[in-house]
């Protein structure tokens, strides 16, 4: 099923993190390799880990800008749109390398709320080196590093934003209504952006969820919302309200993911950042 998911290429997501991610930059320490491993803190409680590889960290950072800041805060300390302070995650504070973060970027917490993210392996694992990353530099008093800068992002041209929209948008979107007073909604222009990048709402309507369609050998078919899929299991969620798990062997059986976000992760890589500016200034009148 992750097979489904294209890579999110990083040229776009390089861009858009120079564009809507500032902090941490000041205390983010990115270990040399061969360097003495970071001390860890006392808020650390993690195992012991080895440096982590600077070119993996600063991909993850980028990817980590685009499609995970929105809900956990350009700080990893949480966000507007309820994910929890990664800095006090178990999952994050005992991962290694990527065993217990991973699983969840794809779509292991489904079920509570944190959606499946659909970054392959290596997307997915960068990200994870990031975090341990960050965990791995916070002082003593568990703050983290550096301090958040703040920078006008509203550089575009809100015309030229509003003809794109036209364009790559207004299928699935209008200003009158689905989208009526975003800029309200979201406030801070930065976290407008992730969102309209990330297309994924925390409070996600039903309609924007996942579902899987799955045919047994027998014939049967199984339908209804995707709670979680791997290469081995598939979890369902039917329409009486309970799951169903089924085995999966390669193909078989036949499992077919729709998911109504794959357009905004499929867009990503297509933007130029003078796309970011303009949609940006433009979704920012939508009062
Ligand atoms: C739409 C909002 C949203 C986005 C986007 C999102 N998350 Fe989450 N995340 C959540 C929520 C809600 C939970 C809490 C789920 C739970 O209770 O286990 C969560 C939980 C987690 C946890 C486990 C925290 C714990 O309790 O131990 C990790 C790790 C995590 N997310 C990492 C990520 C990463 C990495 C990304 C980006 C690749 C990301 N999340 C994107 C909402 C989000
Ligand atoms: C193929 C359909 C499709 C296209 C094209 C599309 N989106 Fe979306 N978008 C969605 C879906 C589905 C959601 C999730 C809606 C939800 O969860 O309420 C969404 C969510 C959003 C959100 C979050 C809304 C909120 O209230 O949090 C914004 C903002 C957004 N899209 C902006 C855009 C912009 C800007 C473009 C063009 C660059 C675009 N979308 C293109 C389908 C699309």
Redesign the pocket.
């Known amino acids: 099923m992750r097979r489904c998911y294209p890579v999110v290429a990083t040229s776009a997501s390089l861009v858009v993190w120079g564009i809507i991610f500032f902090g941490l930059n000041g205390g983010t320490t990115v270990s040399a390799a061969g360097a003495p491993q970071q001390p860890r803190s006392a808020f650390n409680q993690g195992p012991a880990r080895a440096p982590e590889d600077p070119a993996a960290v600063v991909h993850g950072k980028a990817?980590?800008a685009i499609?995970?800041?929105?809900?956990?805060g350009a700080d990893l300390r949480g966000?507007d749109?309820?994910?929890?302070n990664?800095l006090?995650?178990?999952?994050?504070l005992t991962?290694l390398h990527g065993e217990?973060?991973i699983p969840?970027?794809q779509g292991a917490?489904m079920a509570?709320?944190?959606?499946n993210?659909g970054?392959n392996n290596e997307d997915?694992g960068a990200?994870?080196a990031y975090?341990r990353s960050v965990i791995g530099s916070i002082g003593s008093q568990g703050r983290p590093p550096g301090e958040e800068q703040v920078l006008d992002i509203i550089v575009g041209d809100a015309s030229r934003g509003q003809a794109y929209f036209a364009k790559h948008c207004a299928s699935c979107h209008s200003v009158s209504s689905d989208l009526k007073g975003l800029a309200t909604k979201y406030p801070d222009a930065r976290q407008l952006q992730a969102r309209w990048l990330?297309g994924?709402?925390?409070h996600?309507q039903p309609s924007s969820l996942p579902t899987v369609e799955i045919t047994l050998p027998s014939g049967e078919k199984v339908a209804g919302g995707l709670v979680r899929i791997d290469d081995f299991l598939v979890t369902v969620k039917l329409s009486d309200g309970s799951e169903r798990t089924i085995a999966r062997r390669g193909a078989i059986p036949h499992v077919v993911v729709h998911d109504p976000l794959q357009a905004h992760r499929d867009m990503l890589p297509h933007y130029v950042d003078s796309d970011i500016h303009d949609v940006t200034a433009y979704l920012v009148t939508l009062k």
């Not at 499609?67 to 956990?72: E, F, L, P, R, Y």
């Open positions: 990817l980590f499609n995970c800041q929105a809900c956990h966000g749109m309820g994910g929890p990664l006090r995650s178990e999952a994050a991962d217990q973060i969840i970027i917490r509570q709320g944190m959606p993210i970054l997915a990200v994870a975090i990330a994924g709402s925390a996600a």
